[in-house]
């Protein structure tokens, strides 16, 4: 038996993008035609649009991470069956760059209320923030997507938190400061 084989997935990455990693490695076994990849974890069929950190986070409790997805067991990688009644079709690379640049102006409305800093982006900005997501390059990510302006997680929350508190509405620990919640920290 062949040992099995680990492949790394930036948070900030998809799914889909791994296909490329994946399908050497069962090469000698895929059948003459290969429908869609697709991946499920436990029985659920994982949605291709979403980044693999956010996955991450949903599917798996603290016990059981680090989440391995073993490429011997074929019951979390398929080739076959994709299922068009739970998922949307991912027509490759370009289905996942069209998915994560809606996501990304539908971030920009919710925090900015209006999407125009996203579609102001120059082209360069543009394949190099799509690049960094397809080669999982963090830093890269990072340094155009603070072009955005986009506030971060704990900023938000913890404004939110503290004007809630201020109406009464926040939590507060034993020394009456509060809570700021869980603090979010993509790598």
């Given at each position: 038996?062949?040992?099995?084989k680990?492949?790394?997935?930036?948070?900030?990455?998809?799914?889909?993008?791994?296909?490329?990693?994946?399908?050497?490695?069962?090469?000698?076994?895929?059948?003459?035609?290969?429908?869609?990849?697709?991946?499920?974890?436990?029985?659920?069929?994982?949605?291709?649009?979403?980044?693999?950190?956010?996955?991450?986070?949903?599917?798996?409790?603290?016990?059981?991470?680090?989440?391995?997805?073993?490429?011997?067991?074929?019951?979390?990688?398929?080739?076959?069956?994709?299922?068009?009644?739970?998922?949307?079709?991912?027509?490759?690379?370009?289905?996942?760059k069209?998915?994560?640049?809606?996501?990304?102006?539908?971030?920009?409305?919710?925090?900015?209320?209006?999407?125009?800093?996203?579609?102001?982006?120059?082209?360069?900005?543009?394949?190099?923030?799509?690049?960094?997501?397809?080669?999982?390059?963090?830093?890269?990510?990072?340094?155009?997507?603070?072009?955005?302006?986009?506030?971060?997680?704990?900023?938000?929350?913890?404004?939110?938190?503290?004007?809630?508190?201020?109406?009464?509405?926040g939590?507060?620990?034993?020394?009456?400061?509060?809570?700021?919640?869980?603090?979010?920290?993509?790598?």
């Amino acid at each position: 038996m062949e040992a099995q084989k680990y492949i790394l997935a930036p948070r900030i990455g998809y799914l889909p993008l791994l296909a490329p990693l994946i399908k050497p490695y069962f090469s000698s076994t895929l059948p003459p035609v290969v429908d869609t990849i697709w991946f499920d974890y436990k029985g659920l069929p994982l949605k291709w649009y979403i980044p693999t950190g956010v996955l991450f986070d949903l599917l798996c409790p603290e016990p059981e991470r680090p989440w391995y997805i073993p490429l011997l067991l074929f019951e979390l990688v398929h080739f076959r069956g994709y299922p068009g009644n739970v998922l949307i079709p991912c027509e490759g690379e370009d289905s996942v760059k069209w998915s994560f640049v809606n996501s990304l102006k539908e971030a920009a409305y919710i925090i900015n209320g209006n999407y125009k800093n996203v579609m102001n982006m120059s082209q360069s900005d543009h394949l190099e923030l799509w690049h960094s997501v397809m080669s999982g390059n963090f830093e890269a990510y990072q340094r155009v997507s603070s072009k955005l302006k986009l506030a971060t997680v704990e900023d938000e929350y913890t404004s939110f938190c503290s004007s809630k508190s201020q109406q009464g509405y926040g939590e507060t620990d034993l020394a009456g400061q509060v809570k700021t919640g869980l603090q979010i920290c993509l790598k």
